[in-house]
T-cell receptor, first 113, second 114 residues
């Protein structure tokens, strides 16, 4: 089955700086890659997703890049703000196999004011 | 549009008991998936239901089961609870059951097994 690795597990950045979280996947058939933000006591909230037919997608301060050849994708948050502090999860989905979404292990992002 | 709702939000059970969790998807969504979240194993897929049929199943024992009703609401059941079943159980809904469908998560049900 699919295996998704996520790095780093923790990340601290100064407010206003950029944050980058990286994920790699194992199944070349994976074709959908969402990113979720989870705040304490809440369920994961979709912040951006990318499908395999594009290499990059942006939504205001958030961007995701996908390299299908290398099987990795990254989340970029620019001009970070205190409310960006949360745990971020990457995930991958394939039309094959039984897993709906396979998640990475999460990155705890802390924005230092 | 209302989001995914899950009930109850918190639950305490003892070993050997069984538990039923409920999930109401976003209006119009027909696919419901369940995930287990623990500090040690992270987010793991349990199963997916679409049109009252189980479409996919993760690697969990048969003690974990679910069902979906004609209004797309779903329930999951865990029988003969074990301490290791303590977790946050998340429900996610999507319009269809296709692999690239965006999934929206509910707030979860936190289950503590004593």
């Amino acid at each position: 089955g699919e295996n998704v690795e996520q790095h780093p597990s923790t990340l601290s950045v100064q407010e206003g700086d950029s944050a980058v979280i990286k994920c790699t996947y194992s199944d070349s058939a994976s074709n959908y890659f969402p990113w979720y933000k989870q705040e304490l006591g809440k369920g994961p909230q979709l912040i951006i997703d990318i499908r395999s037919n594009v290499g990059e997608k942006k939504d205001q301060r958030i961007a995701v890049t996908l390299n299908k050849t290398a099987k990795h994708f990254s989340l970029h948050i620019t001009e970070t703000q205190p409310e960006d502090s949360a745990v971020y999860f990457c995930a991958a989905s394939t039309i094959f196999g039984n897993e709906k979404l396979t998640f990475g292990t999460g990155t705890r992002l802390t924005i230092i004011p | 549009k209302a989001g995914v709702t899950q009930t109850p939000r918190y639950l305490i059970k003892t070993r050997g008991q069984q538990v039923t969790l409920s999930c109401s998807p976003i209006s119009g969504h027909r696919s419901v998936s369940w995930y287990q979240q623990t500090p040690g194993q992270g987010l793991q897929f349990l199963f997916e239901y679409f049109s009252e049929t189980q479409r996919n199943k993760g690697n969990f024992p048969g003690r974990f089961s679910g069902r979906q009703f004609s209004n797309s609401r779903s329930e999951m059941n865990v029988s003969t609870l074990e301490l290791g079943d303590s977790a946050l159980y998340l429900c996610a809904s999507s319009l269809l059951d296709r692999a690239q469908e965006t999934q929206y998560f509910g707030p979860g049900t936190r289950l503590l097994v004593l």
